[in-house]
């Protein structure tokens, strides 16, 4: 998703260390590099593997196929191989069963994998699907741009799902010290009227949240919002499978690199990495989580909670 110019509005977050990290042992060599990107986005990962490895071969998926629409002419002009796909990176088997080139019997296998994960600030801001408490827009939260009548979208989750497993998803997913008493209010609040939009969201959420417990700096919203959208779209499910699919589709040698914003996320992504090292299938590049620096933190606020982690199949 970009705005109207089709310029994306995200910022690439440890563009360098994880493009540097994912290629620093496979530069030599003839070899043709095939790269995953799992989570296209506004492209910047992607078109930096592009610019800094002419000849590589970009696959890209994301869920949202918004994100490709203008992006596709930008590698066009730099002549760079790369294809697009509206999937999860949970399917990256399917993906690459269609895509690569080889006999059926043949592996196929990428050099490299790079996973950055949540949001772009595209869809946060522009996507109208309710994924922002500072827009009126209707309660969806897929990454999806068109979700099915099978897909669960935000407004499920809110008027349908019972009091306990809302109650679980908002401090389970967003470590929402007030979950109980924000389950009990949506409940209550549904009874009267359906909760529709954001706002409405939003506006059951202030009510609820007494105002000795809104001090924090955080709006008393966030946590709630990104609980229910860790939930809409399984993140947690997708990002556990992508990685064991992932692992198995890297070629010896080949690496990847996954960005996480959210402890639930990285604890997944350390856990995994630690056990195929444990096992003798991978050595870890970086044994403790790579972080922003400063001079990015100030330009991107976003970068204060990502955490990048490398890891190399032997
Ligand atoms: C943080 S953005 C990626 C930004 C990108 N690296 C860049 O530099 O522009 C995350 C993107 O991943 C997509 N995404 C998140 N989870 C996904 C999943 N399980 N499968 C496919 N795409 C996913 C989102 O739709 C979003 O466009």
Same mark, same amino acid.
């Given at each position: 998703m970009t705005n109207t110019e089709g310029v994306t509005r995200h910022k690439t977050v440890l563009l360098n260390e994880a493009i540097e990290g994912l290629f620093a042992p496979q530069k030599a060599g003839n070899e043709k590099l095939i790269v995953v990107d799992?989570?296209?986005?506004?492209?910047g990962h992607s078109l930096e593997i592009c610019k800094k490895n002419p000849g590589v071969k970009i696959i890209a998926l994301d869920q949202d196929k918004g994100v490709f629409i203008k992006a596709k002419s930008k590698f066009k002009e730099l002549g760079c191989d790369i294809s697009f796909h509206e999937a999860n990176f949970r399917n990256l088997d399917k993906v690459l069963g269609a895509e690569l080139?080889?006999?059926?019997?043949a592996p196929k296998t990428v050099n490299g994998i790079i996973l950055d994960l949540g949001l772009s600030s595209d869809q946060l801001q522009s996507?109208?699907?309710?994924?922002?408490?500072?827009r009126d827009e209707p309660l969806i939260m897929t990454m999806k741009e068109n979700p099915t009548p099978s897909d669960v979208t935000a407004y499920e989750v809110v008027n349908t799902w019972g009091e306990e497993s809302l109650a679980d998803v908002i401090y389970g997913y967003? *470590? *929402?010290?007030q979950a109980r008493r924000i389950a009990g209010a949506i409940a209550k609040a549904r009874k009267k009227? *359906?909760?529709?939009t954001t706002f409405d969201l939003v506006k059951v959420i202030e009510e609820a949240i007494p105002a000795r417990f809104r001090k924090s700096k955080i709006h008393c919203a966030t946590k709630t919002f990104q609980a229910i959208r860790i939930a809409v779209n399984d993140e947690l499910g997708a990002l556990s499978e992508g990685l064991e699919k992932g692992f198995q589709t890297l070629k010896e040698g080949g690496r990847m690199s996954v960005i996480s914003f959210h402890s639930l996320e990285d604890r997944i992504v350390k856990r995994f990495f630690k056990k195929q090292a444990n096992e003798k299938k991978a050595i870890l590049i970086s044994k403790k989580p790579i972080t922003a620096g400063k001079e990015e933190i100030k330009n991107n606020s976003r970068a204060r909670s990502a955490k990048l982690r490398i890891i190399q199949k032997i």
């Open positions: 799992g989570t296209f986005g506004g492209g080139p080889f006999g059926s019997s996507s109208g699907r309710g994924f922002s408490f500072m967003g *470590e *929402e010290r009227q *359906e909760i529709k």
